[in-house]
């Protein structure tokens, strides 16, 4: 069960607009993780834009029941460039803590491609994974949303993901289904299993006219339905 919860995490945080020269966007939102009714993890995503450039912070960690599967936490930095509605990362910092053990891992990107990995020991989070959150889970506005793909790789695994086309509910609000997809570079036993199905749920800002903040995320599993819900 452990050993299945962590990519379950991770794999629901995956998956724009380009802001003028002098606008300055700082963004922060808190979420919680639900997994059959229960609490098991938070997450906060801080993010900073200045033109077509973007920095963000995020914190991901177990709670309540979840500390029941070992207790976890992860902290990532992530620097880059934003691309249409995907951004370009040129460099990635993760801090991950399990059973009070911290191990890193740092990624150095060229043309969005990894040209420089350092860690202290092999994890199984090498991946960088905050630019797929940042993607998904900033705000952004209404002709923007979903409909697009998005890679993400480290020097060994590559996997996909996918967001569908926008639907308009008559609540106001849009519904995305996406695909989390392993392509290459996992081991055999992770890829019996290498497509995550969830569901991306936006609302309309409560700040902004014209810009739509991620609400909630729905992932079906063998596990149960796991929640992600923002709280601010």
Known sequence: MKKRLLPLITAIFLVGHSATASEIREERADYYINLLGFRIGYMILASKIKGDLYSATSLIGSTG????FGKMKFKARIR????????????????STRKGVTTTKSLQFEKGKVVQQVDSRQTDTGIDYLSGIFVVMRDTLEEELCGFSYTL??????????IGPPVLLRSGKYKCESQYV?????????????????ELYYRP???????????????????GRMR?????
């Open 205 to 223: 800002s409560v700040s902004e006219a014209n810009y739509f903040q991620l609400e909630r995320i729905i992932l079906h599993s063998d596990l």
């Open 80 to 95: 880059g460039r934003i691309k249409d509605k995907t951004v370009v990362p040129s460099s990635y910092l993760l801090e």
């Open 65 to 68: 029941v979840g500390n029941f």
């Open 153 to 162: 790789a480290d020097e060994q695994r590559l996997a996909e993901v996918k």
């Open 182 to 198: 392993r392509k290459s570079g996992y081991s055999k036993e992770e890829m019996a299993e290498p497509v995550f199905q969830f």
């Open 228 to 232: 992600v819900l923002r709280s601010n």
